[in-house]
């Protein structure tokens, strides 16, 4: 044994066994004692021969625990530093491990505070991690375990169940983006019975596999005949479903938003041509889009026959004898005459025709439609008057139908006509009106007059919902239109 001091109040003791020094047993003092194997250092309090009290055990790789001592035991409150890691805690202790309540500084910037058992996170506490991640709830062996609610660093939000640092169990996440999603976990993902409310509007309600829904839409489906046939200025109404790969309706979802397109055969034009293909497509301003018949097709429009309706009545608006519009009123399928001697119309200027409504406004083109139950429905589309930028396509149309040749004389006159009819407008009317009775329908532009040519179109019903449903969008469906002249449904009631 080395040196020792007597009867002073700081002993210092140097030991070459591991045997305790007999001189501690003689004062409860202060001391400082190097182990033999120079690893261990303390200094601090003693109690016969034993660590007690405050003291400070140091490590030679640096690390150290500084606080209470029980017996020699590190039990109580106090502060461990690890060299190796620079994880830092601060809290109780028992025999040597953390255990009780206190708070764990990790190196990389993470904490945690909260229960301890054994040395590993048990119980309740907060964590935060490197990422700013904060999970709040119950851990078991220093996993997240139980009830709890986790914030991850792209602002997701969750609350539920875990099961060894996943989610499991029952748990509700709020996305950043706005989705909801209310129901079963297992494995971290979407696992069994729940609901997602989309950020886009989509609703799931139904059975979840690993993330996807069980019955998720794989298909939009047009239903009825390959080719439809309509007359020419009838309206027609589309069922649109949303399937899955074995084509059973997907009522657990809605809310995705559909489009409806109309197209026309695209023709390669010669660039000789007084009408260069590339100069139509710049003005229609739509690239041609592929079909699976066979050929592409440029966009054609389309309009709300009900909303069409509706701007007609308010073109020709009824004028009473002060003047003013009777907005109120039907139109009356007979005449409006003015009286004689009326000067309602005199000195207005110039009166704008019945022509110059319809071509100076564009066709309402229908509205988009959210799917309801797996289904939706396009009520009374009606394809627009052709625009003059069309005309070369559907005359090319036309000759193509005839196996190259041009149509014989009478046709062409019929042609030019109306392409007469719907490339000018109607110039201005200054003529005063007279009592003479005219109808309205000989007064405006009518639909029978203005509406679409007969033959073959291309409808499309595509998704145009944003953001995408789970990062996918539904592949478009097509269907055939064939326009028939009004004169074949002529003839059909006359053979009644």
Not at 442 to 463: A, F, I, W
Request: with cysteine.
């Amino acid at each position: 044994m080395g040196p020792r001091g007597a009867m002073q109040s700081h002993i210092v003791l140097y030991c070459y066994d591991y045997n305790k020094p007999t001189v501690i047993f003689l004062w409860e003092r202060y001391g400082l004692y190097v182990y033999p194997n120079s690893f261990f250092q303390y200094e601090g309090e003693w109690r016969q021969g034993q660590k007690h009290g405050h003291g400070k055990l140091l490590f030679k790789d640096g690390s150290y625990y500084e606080g209470e001592f029980v017996d020699g035991e590190i039990l109580g409150n106090g502060l461990r530093y690890w060299a190796s890691s620079g994880n830092s805690y601060s809290g109780q202790f028992m025999l040597g491990e953390l255990h009780g309540h206190g708070v764990m500084q990790y190196r990389d910037g993470g904490k945690y505070e909260g229960e301890f058992s054994c040395g590993m996170r048990e119980g309740y506490g907060l964590l935060v991690d490197s990422d700013g991640q904060i999970y709040q709830g119950s851990f078991h062996k220093n996993k997240k375990h139980g009830g709890g609610k986790m914030t991850f660093k792209n602002g997701d939000k969750y609350e539920g169940d875990w099961i060894l640092d996943q989610r499991q169990g029952h748990g509700e996440l709020h996305c950043a983006d706005g989705s909801v999603y209310e129901g079963q976990w297992r494995n971290d993902m979407f696992n069994g019975q729940g609901t997602i409310i989309h950020c886009s509007g989509v609703i799931y309600d139904g059975l979840w596999i690993n993330g996807y829904p069980a019955a998720q839409a794989k298909k939009i489906v047009i239903l009825g005949p390959e080719v439809i046939d309509i007359i020419q200025g009838s309206s027609i109404t589309l069922h649109v479903q949303l399937q899955n790969e074995e084509g059973e309706v997907c009522e657990s979802e809605e809310g995705r938003v559909l489009e409806i397109w109309a197209g026309i055969r695209h023709h390669q034009i010669r660039a000789s041509s007084p009408t260069n293909l590339f100069e139509l497509i710049e003005e229609i301003e739509r690239k041609p889009v592929k079909t699976p018949f066979g050929f592409e097709c440029i966009s054609y429009p389309l309009m709300d026959a009900t909303s069409e309706s509706q701007k007609l009545k308010a073109a020709f608006p009824i004028v009473s004898k002060s003047g003013f519009a009777l907005a109120d009123l039907s139109i009356p399928k007979r005449v409006i005459e003015p009286e004689s001697g009326s000067d309602t119309m005199h000195g207005a200027g110039d009166a704008p025709s019945n022509q110059d409504v319809f071509e100076d406004e564009r066709p309402c083109p229908p509205a988009s439609q959210r799917v309801e139950h797996g289904c939706a429905i396009f009520r009374n589309i009606l394809l627009a008057p052709p625009p003059a930028n069309y005309l070369s396509f559907l005359l090319v149309d036309e000759v193509s139908k005839k196996g190259g040749r041009k149509p014989s004389g009478r046709i062409s006159a019929e042609k030019a006509e109306k392409m007469t009819v719907l490339q000018e407008k109607i110039g201005d009317s200054r003529s005063e009106m007279t009592p003479k009775r005219h109808e309205l329908k000989n007064d405006q532009c009518s639909m029978k007059n203005c509406s679409v040519l007969p033959g073959k179109y291309v409808l499309m019903v595509h998704e145009v919902t944003i953001p995408p449903f789970l990062g996918k969008t539904l592949p478009p469906a097509f269907k055939l239109l064939r326009v028939l002249p009004e004169k074949t449904k002529n003839k059909k009631a006359t053979s009644k």
